[in-house]
């Protein structure tokens, strides 16, 4: 046997490999459970040519904020979409992570990239609150006025 029929070979059984994991749905599940690696690799890949001095520190607003959007939509996607009711608040935090790490590494150091940063970092930080004051809120009360009324109880004087 030739070298050439042997690699022909080769290459024959791997497409059909190819096909017959795509047929039995790997490819499907492995794109359904990792789509959001496609919204991570760019992210990274501006951090890295922006840490190598290859794009302007201007790069890193949209790295940072894909790189945040990306690790929340992999933590819906592997653990239920139902977390975006609490997690929501962190899509604006995304964009301070990016507005941050151009100030911090950039060449503009104005008050404004800065300003607005920490603006939306708080503004999410407090919507992050009350979306978790709302859906555990009622909860909280409970426990609250339980503690409150045993307090109550346990403080009063004794007159027997």
Do not use: C
């Amino acid at each position: 046997m030739n070298r050439q029929s042997a690699t022909v070979g080769i290459g024959v059984a791997a497409v059909g490999l190819i096909i017959l994991l795509g047929k039995l749905g790997v490819f499907a599940f492995i794109g359904a459970v990792f789509w959001p690696l496609f919204i991570l690799i760019p992210g990274v890949l501006l951090h890295v040519l922006y840490f190598g001095r290859m794009v302007p520190s201007v790069a890193l607003i949209p790295a940072g904020s894909l790189t945040v959007v990306s690790v929340l939509l992999l933590i819906g996607n592997w653990f239920g979409w139902g977390l975006m009711k609490y997690l929501w608040p962190l899509f604006p935090f995304a964009i301070a992570v990016g507005l941050y790490e151009y100030y911090v590494f950039g060449n503009d150091r104005s008050k404004q990239v800065w300003t607005a940063a920490v603006g939306l970092a708080a503004i999410s930080i407090v919507l992050f609150g009350i979306t978790l004051l709302w859906t555990w809120g009622i909860y909280l009360l409970a426990a609250a006025l339980i503690g409150f009324g045993a307090w109550l109880m346990l403080r009063r004087p004794r007159s027997w």
